[in-house]
T-cell receptor, first 111, second 116 residues
Framework: GEDVEQSLFLSVREGDSSVINCTYTDSSSTYLYWYKQEPGAGLQLLTY?????DMKQDQRLTVLLNKKDKHLSLRIADTQTGDSAIYFCAELEDSSYKLIFGSGTRLLVRP | DADVTQTPRNRITKTGKRIMLECSQT?????MYWYRQDPGLGLRLIYY???????NKGEISDGYSVSRQAQAKFSLSLESAIPNQTALYFC???????????????FGPGTRLTVL
């Protein structure tokens, strides 16, 4: 079955860039997503990328997609303490419209 | 007001008890989902429903049942709770009738369930 993998933890200094990586297995996924979960809250869609794109930029966020290697990354520029959260990578299972989530990466931003 | 609400937000119960978690949405979405979140395991899909008459099992449906009482309500039941069902449970919705181009799911705030 489909599988999405992420590293569990990332610590960066405030003002540095953060890069969160993800690998997935379903090469037919039309969309891939990054969701953000702040403490005590549900998940919110942060950004997404369509499978025919290599890169998507949205303000401080840059998403890179390498379809050959099935690798997705999220870069946060000028990371702020408010960016501390858990970030989930997810792929869309096109046949069922289900989301397959990774295990989540906890980002800790140090002052 | 929140678009996706869950009740209760926290629940402590004992092994063997029957528990119902409720989810309501005001977004008018057809699709609803129940997930559980465990540390290091991400979110795993328990059940999903594409409309009132359509209920489907997810990857971890054993020990759970659901009811889609109306378009806006989707409840999750644990018939006989066991300690390894201790987790954070999320309800989510998405749009089928006018699909978002990117199929965004909208999540409730979660229910923290502890089974002793």
């Amino acid at each position: 079955g489909e599988d999405v993998e992420q590293s569990l933890f990332l610590s960066v200094r405030e003002g540095d860039s953060s890069v969160i990586n993800c690998t997935y297995t379903d090469s037919s996924s039309t969309y891939l997503y990054w969701y953000k979960q702040e403490p005590g809250a549900g998940l919110q869609l942060l950004t997404y990328i369509f499978s025919n794109m290599d890169m998507k930029q949205d303000q401080r966020l840059t998403v890179l997609l390498n379809k050959k290697d099935k690798h997705l990354s999220l870069r946060i520029a000028d990371t702020q303490t408010g960016d501390s959260a858990i970030y989930f990578c997810a792929e869309l299972e096109d046949s069922s419209y289900k989301l397959i989530f990774g295990s989540g990466t906890r980002l800790l931003v140090r002052p | 007001d929140a678009d996706v609400t869950q009740t209760p937000r926290n629940r402590i119960t004992k092994t063997g008890k029957r528990i119902m978690l409720e989810c309501s949405q005001t977004k008018g979405h057809d699709r609803m989902y129940w997930y559980r979140q465990d540390p290091g395991l991400g979110l795993r899909l328990i059940y999903y429903s594409f409309d009132v008459k359509d209920i489907n099992k997810g990857e971890i449906s054993d020990g759970y049942s659901v009811s889609r009482q109306a378009q806006a309500k989707f409840s999750l039941s644990l018939e006989s709770a066991i300690p390894n069902q201790t987790a954070l449970y999320f309800c989510a919705t998405s749009d089928l009738s006018t699909p978002s181009i990117y199929n965004e799911q909208f999540f409730g705030p979660g229910t923290r369930l502890t089974v002793l």
